[in-house]
T-cell receptor, first 109, second 115 residues
């Protein structure tokens, strides 16, 4: 079983749509959780951290369910510029990160 | 945010040669840096943790004699791919934490192609 599992997609959605990504992780001792964004052939960039209380940053909302070991990302009012691969990331100790395989989003005009 | 650079950004080499990749934290000191590898359409996989002034910690399945890591200063870690082979062709990315929070800052990556 992979440590961090994501649906690879692709998710093809029209501009303005709401799209949700899910992720599960296997290590119940994990402490920190993130969503990163990676554009084609570029390095990943932090989108947002994920907390049990949930957090929102503009059009992006992230939620963590520790009991189910489940993380989600909701994007509202999708923009063309949101097209990218979204990586679910878990900090596995020593600050080293474990990445999911990513979910590809393509927002279409 | 903090800045991490990598050099070179792209390298093409012949099979059997060694390639050195540098990772620098430009505006902060990093006692620990991380090296990841990403194959096409795959996720980033942690290769090793680079520790300033001590030996690197390698993940299972990563050969320490093939991927030499040197973290000689608080702002520089190097990864040397020794006797590179075509299967080593990949995107190598380093990251570091500036100690101010949870965020890891990634270098722009080095794309290695071994012919």
């Amino acid at each position: 079983r992979k440590e961090v599992e994501q649906d690879p997609g692709p998710f093809n959605v029209p501009e303005g749509a709401t799209v949700a990504f899910n992720c599960t992780y296997s290590n119940s001792a994990s402490q920190s959780f993130f969503w990163y964004r990676q554009d084609c052939r570029k390095e990943p960039k932090l989108l947002m951290s994920v907390y049990s209380s949930g957090n929102e940053d503009g059009r992006f909302t992230a939620q963590l369910n520790r009991a189910s070991q489940y993380i989600s990302l909701l994007i509202r009012d999708s923009k063309l510029s949101d097209s990218a691969t979204y990586l679910c990331v878990v900090e596995g100790g020593r600050r080293a990160l474990t990445f999911g395989s990513g979910t590809r989003l393509q927002v279409q005009p | 945010g903090a800045v991490v650079s990598q050099h070179p950004s792209r390298v093409i080499c012949k099979s059997g040669t060694s390639v050195k990749i540098e990772c620098r934290s430009l505006d902060f000191q990093a006692t620990t840096m991380f090296w990841y590898r990403q194959f096409p359409k795959k996720s980033l996989m942690l290769m090793a943790t680079s520790n300033e002034g001590s030996k690197a910690t390698y993940e299972q399945g990563v050969e320490k004699d093939k991927f030499l890591i040197n973290h000689a200063s608080l702002t520089l870690s190097t990864l040397t791919v020794t006797s590179a082979h075509p299967e080593d062709s990949s995107f190598y990315i380093c990251s570091a934490n500036d100690g101010g929070g949870d965020e890891q800052f990634f270098g722009p990556g080095t794309r290695l192609t071994v012919l």
